[in-house]
């Protein structure tokens, strides 16, 4: 997967929209943040809550891992690009997107 790839992936779901945090690509739906490329383009993030990320982590511990400290704690899951299996991203994507959208959208 590259990140060119994710991004098709995260802007595939309904009234999704890439913005921009810290220097570094997101995807927001109605404003708030599912999932971000980070600044290397070499890794995302996405933000599964801490049972999803428990399961990612089991099913494909080679591309995804907790993100440092607290964000890492609370859900959010860093995906190496280069090892990824396209199906399992987009599995990761939408949970995080569920999570964030409105209940209208979800």
């Not at 890794?43 to 089991?58: D, L, S, W, Y």
């Not at 190496?80 to 964030?100: G, H, K, M, S, Y």
Request: include cysteine; hydrophobic fraction near 40%.
């Amino acid at each position: 997967m590259t990140s060119d790839e994710f991004r098709h992936l995260a802007l595939s779901f309904p009234e999704t929209e890439e913005s921009s945090h810290m220097g570094h690509p997101d995807f927001r739906v109605c404003g708030k943040i599912f999932a971000a490329i980070a600044p290397d383009g070499e890794r995302g993030m996405v933000k599964p809550n801490p049972e999803q990320q428990a399961a990612i982590i089991r099913i494909e511990a080679a591309a995804f891992e907790p993100a440092a400290g607290g964000w890492g704690r609370n859900g959010s899951t860093m995906v190496t690009f280069a090892v990824a299996e396209e199906d399992i991203v987009r599995q990761a994507l939408a949970q995080a997107w569920r999570n964030t959208a409105p209940k209208r959208l979800a």
